[in-house]
């Protein structure tokens, strides 16, 4: 995805929770572009065999140097 220094824009993920019980998790954000990253919200509950959506808020400022960049989504339980 490429997203322009100074402006900002979001990413929407799914988590499913596939199991037969219902579940916490728990979600950070690591790599290189964890700096401008955000994750909303970072804590969920989800109900067995359903879904819930997270946001990713990406906001690079101008101080950004172009570039590419990770990011690594961890999901605990």
Do not use: C, H, W
């Amino acid at each position: 995805m490429d997203v322009a220094a100074d402006s900002t824009t979001t990413s929407a993920l799914t988590i499913t929770n596939n199991g037969v019980e219902k579940a916490d998790y728990e979600l950070s954000i690591t790599g290189t572009a964890s700096s401008f990253v955000q994750l909303n919200p970072s804590i969920i509950t989800i109900e067995p065999k359903k879904s819930e959506i997270i946001q990713l808020y990406i906001a690079p400022t101008v101080r950004v140097v172009k570039g590419e960049y990770k990011i690594k989504l961890t999901i605990k339980e």
